[in-house]
């Protein structure tokens, strides 16, 4: 079967929260026989051998990113590691769900790599609207530190650790890694250049890994279970599971764990039930709002995982899977996601502040009856400005840019320009929609 | 402005930390908490002199964020969701209400200071679009017609009797100094 349970078997015990039933769970036993019974570098070359893929977004292996860090921290040059929990990825809502119904598998998680990372302080940066989730990860901290699972000698070795819980204050950029850790030091959500990267200056100019939720709750199950369990999941470069976030027009939208290379067609069709009132699926957003939508024909060939999806013109990203039934205006739908991109925009480089601004006037004057056939290439134009003539030739200082271009110029014009043409003749849309938003798009 | 108790409160922030700066996030909140929903200038002086920081420093971190409110807010903060997975099942619907019920506009908040509109991007909880949040609690697949009911049954109790957004549990109790 492709949908599978391991990292949210338990999701739907609610007693799970509470450490005696994590523990009757067998959690803790792996970060115990880790920090008793296995080296530093033996975790490293587990996560290496596994194939691990970061789940937040860019798809970095995640042993290769902790190869990075030193083997000998000290105490003036000491390593710190921060889970990235400021989930806002338009479309994806796993990591909530796992840190609000399972907290003790990303703190087991997190107290395995702390160990292989020599990491004395680490840190959850939780996201400022998520607070039931920080309250229950706030107490199951308690818990855990109560146990002594956390804090100094944990599980009677010579190792110590302590975990701290900071919430974010609402700003989509400081998901990405460099601006979070300015977040974390008290500064404004800004991104830093690269390199240096945050292995060798990262958090207070320290080495620093920064992983997200999802990846960090897959260490557990690494460790008791072996690599080459983990590898039998998924394919050859995309291993194990992914919990994709399915939401939009499905009969049954919510987080389903599968096994990476799982076809599309079936995650829509089988897994989440099909398309609402029986229509039509138009056209999807596989990995999140920044990544670019695919029409349904070029879904129902497409696998889901890192290579396929890439291959297929788009991206896994984040893993929030938005589906569009036929009775969607694509233009609407983009016009929605580049005033997201303008409004999370940080304003520190040029491109991104004015360009995001300068896309959305675009999109909202077409929908406002008053575009021009010049439009069209005005919005590639920017797009190009943004995010460069292909993917991943970034002209921004982060991402974010990138994230604005790519949904509209590889989405939404490269498969939809039809429609934004309609919507310049017409000054309607090919559905009979007329100027404005409607209730629903 | 600030209570001794607020003060000492951002101090155990401050040591919770390697570089203390860093606890200003949290300063901000506890001051929000202390104010009523909003940090007024006078609370972002106090945490300045609290911190060892500059007041226009303390200013510029705080206007960068979202959730630090720069106004006094309705005692009901309601979030409504706007973006893709929301927009897509109707939460227009949802301000279309707020606005014919309570003549709230995003950003707005009602002359009889109950309520404070805001629409916020992506609220992680597109599984239940669209979705709205009241003092940071969620309602999930929210039709307007419930939502009609839970602002009559917002007016009718008057005051919240439980705000999550209110920063108390996550100061203090957080572990590292042994809870």
Redesign the interface.
């Known amino acids: 079967m492709p949908q599978v349970r391991i990292l949210t078997k338990w999701l739907d015990d609610p007693e799970q929260p509470k450490i005696a039933r994590a523990m009757e769970h067998g959690y803790y036993a792996a970060a115990r026989r880790a920090v008793l019974e296995m080296q530093p570098d033996e975790i490293i070359d587990l996560v290496k051998a596994s194939g691990l893929r970061g789940r937040g977004g860019a798809g970095a292996p995640t042993g290769m990113k902790w190869g990075f860090m030193p083997k000998e921290p000290t105490q003036q040059r000491p390593s710190y590691l921060i889970c990235n929990a400021d989930e806002s990825e338009p479309g994806t809502y796993n990591n909530r769900e796992l840190m609000e119904k399972d907290p003790h598998q990303l703190i087991e998680g997190m107290i395995i790599s702390a160990y292989a990372l020599r990491v004395r302080t680490m840190f959850i940066y939780i996201r400022g609207e998520m607070v039931l989730a920080a309250k229950i990860l706030a107490d199951a901290l308690s818990e855990a530190y109560a146990k002594g699972f956390l804090g100094e000698n944990i599980f009677g070795s010579k190792f110590s650790t302590d975990l701290i819980l900071h919430r974010g204050a609402g700003a989509y950029i400081c998901g990405e890694e460099t601006a979070l850790m300015d977040s974390l030091e008290g500064l404004r959500g800004h991104p830093r250049s690269k390199p240096p990267f945050p292995a060798v200056q990262g958090l207070y100019g320290m080495p620093t890994t920064i992983n997200n939720v999802e990846t960090l709750c897959n260490l557990p199950h690494l460790v008791n279970q072996g690599v080459e369990w983990f590898r039998s999941m998924g394919t050859e470069k995309s291993t194990g599971t992914k919990i994709v976030s399915v939401s939009g027009h499905v009969k049954k939208p919510a987080n389903y764990e599968i096994t990476m290379g799982t076809p599309v067609e079936e995650l829509v069709y089988d897994i989440a039930g099909g398309i609402r009132d029986d229509n039509e699926l138009k056209a999807a957003i596989p990995g999140g709002a920044s990544m670019p939508m695919l029409p349904k024909e070029v879904l129902l060939k497409t696998n889901y995982d890192f290579e396929s999806l890439q291959a297929n013109g788009s991206m896994l990203g984040s893993g929030g899977f938005i589906a569009f039934d036929d009775t969607t205006d694509i233009v609407q739908v983009c016009e929605v996601i580049a005033r997201f991109y303008k409004n999370e925009s940080c304003g520190k480089c040029v491109p991104c502040r004015i360009g995001t601004d300068f896309l959305h006037k675009v999109i909202l004057r077409i929908l406002d009856g008053k575009g021009r056939p010049e439009d069209i290439d005005l919005m590639k134009g920017i797009c190009v400005n943004l995010g460069g003539e292909r993917m991943m030739d970034s002209r921004s200082f982060c991402p974010l840019g990138d994230a604005a271009a790519w949904p509209i110029m590889w989405g939404g014009l490269k498969y939809f320009q039809n429609e934004f043409e309609y919507w310049i003749r017409h000054k309607q849309s090919p559905l009979g929609r007329g100027p404005g938003l409607p209730a629903a798009i | 402005m600030l209570s001794e108790k607020a003060k000492e409160a951002i101090r155990v922030q401050m040591k919770?930390?390697?570089?203390s700066?860093?606890?200003?996030?949290?300063a901000?909140?506890i001051a929000q908490e202390e104010c009523g929903g909003w940090v007024p200038g006078e609370a972002v002086k106090d945490i300045a002199e609290v911190m060892g920081m500059d007041p226009a420093d303390v200013q510029?971190?705080m206007s960068?964020?979202?959730?630090?409110n720069k106004a006094p807010t309705g005692k009901y903060l309601i979030?409504v969701c706007?973006?893709?997975?929301c927009?897509?099942?109707?939460a227009?619907?949802l301000f279309?209400v707020l606005e014919r019920k309570c003549h709230l506009h995003p950003g707005e908040t009602s002359e009889d200071g109950l309520f404070t509109l805001k629409g916020?991007?992506?609220?992680?909880?597109?599984?239940?679009?669209p979705a709205v949040?009241i003092n940071?609690?969620?309602y999930e697949n929210c039709t307007p017609q419930q939502l009609e009911a839970l602002i009559e049954q917002c007016r009718a109790e008057g005051a919240p009797k439980e705000n999550?957004?209110n920063?108390a549990?996550?100061p203090e109790?957080?572990?590292?100094d042994?809870?």
Do not use: W
Not at chain 2, 16 to 19: A, D, T
Not at chain 2, 21 to 26: E, M, T, V
Not at chain 2, 82 to 85: C, D, E, F, K, V
């Open positions: 919770r930390y390697p570089v700066r860093s606890a200003l996030g949290h901000l909140y510029s971190m960068f964020y979202v959730m630090y979030e706007h973006n893709i997975s927009a897509l099942l109707g227009k619907l279309d916020v991007e992506c609220s992680a909880a597109c599984g239940g679009a949040q940071g609690l969620f999550l957004y920063a549990y996550t109790r957080t572990p590292k042994g809870a």
